[in-house]
């Protein structure tokens, strides 16, 4: 399993990127690319629409990215990649002659911020965002734990095992399974504050 690497690192991800480091694009899309598919398929793209909605997004964030900057005092990073997705769901849809299914108004997503239905599409978005940062956040606190520690807590938390079935399943005490369940959870949230954090600190040049 590829190991992501330390939090701190978000901001120089994010100036490599800018810098077209091929390196820093592979790991974008190793990180992005499930929750760009995963939003256009909601939205009502087939897969191919969505692989193609995928591409276009990232060929626009490498043009759009020229003109972020770091700010620590407002987001950005994740509303700006929300944008792009959308208005390349659209532009998917206007090529396969299916605009009829969206509003014409969507197609200046920027006069959408009162929009009830854009709203929803924007929920939609943060929680799918919300689920691709826990499952990075899952990833690293693995790479930060004993092995045993982390089945506690996959065990429990994620196949929905009890803390008696996990610690016979693993041969310790249930006080000890428990210990380390919650050992592991609080690294997942903690890691995951971090990494919201770390994009939130991104807004474009005005």
Not at 82 to 110: M, P, Q, W
């Amino acid at each position: 399993m590829k190991k992501y690497e330390p939090i701190l690192t978000r901001e120089t991800m994010i100036r490599a990127l800018k810098s077209d480091d091929e390196g820093a694009w592979t790991d974008f899309y190793d990180r992005y690319a499930a929750l760009i598919l995963s939003f256009a398929l909601k939205r009502g793209c087939s897969k191919e629409l969505a692989e193609d909605v995928l591409q276009e997004c990232v060929m626009s964030l490498m043009k759009h990215l020229k003109n972020f900057d770091y700010d620590k005092k407002k987001g950005g990073f994740k509303s700006l990649l929300f944008k792009i997705t959308e208005s390349k769901i659209v532009d998917a849809y206007r090529r396969e002659g299916k605009l009829s299914k969206l509003k014409d108004s969507e197609i200046f997503i920027a006069k959408l911020a009162d929009d009830s239905e854009f709203e929803e599409k924007r929920r939609l978005w943060d929680r799918e965002w919300e689920n691709q940062v826990l499952s990075e956040a899952i990833v690293q606190a693995k790479d930060r734990v004993a092995t045993k520690t982390f089945k506690c807590f996959e065990e429990v938390f994620i196949k929905g095992k009890s803390v008696k079935e996990t610690a016979e399943k693993l041969n310790i005490s249930p006080n000890l399974a428990a210990q380390h369940k919650f050992k592991v959870m609080s690294l997942v949230v903690d890691t995951a504050k971090k990494i919201f954090e770390s994009y939130e600190n991104y807004k474009e040049k005005k």
